[in-house]
């Protein structure tokens, strides 16, 4: 299956980066073979994980009002991309 993280194009060299030194650390569990691609619609933190199935939308924003729903502390709701994604 085809994976694709999606991000800023500022970013991509350092996710690929940091993939790759994942990837060849002897610690780290096997990392999945990721297409790296830069969408200018993305936020500079911005993270969206694409396969042929649908995508994820993996921002740290998203994540962090996840978690606060989830523990019933959110002050905001979940972004409507998330809950799309979901």
Do not use: K
Not at 8 to 15: E, F, K, Y
Not at 50 to 61: Q, R, Y
Not at 66 to 71: D, K, S, T, V
Request: with cysteine; aromatic share 2%; charged share 25%.
């Amino acid at each position: 299956m085809r994976l694709a993280l999606v991000v800023h194009p500022d970013r991509c060299a350092a996710v690929r980066a940091a993939l790759a030194q994942r990837a060849t650390s002897a610690a780290s569990e096997p990392v999945p073979d990721f297409e790296v691609r830069g969408d200018d619609r993305c936020a500079a933190d911005d993270c969206r994980i694409e396969t042929e199935l649908g995508s994820a939308d993996a921002s740290l924003e998203t994540q962090l009002a996840r978690l606060a729903a989830a523990w019933g502390v959110a002050e905001t709701p979940v972004p409507a991309a998330a809950r799309r994604a979901a």
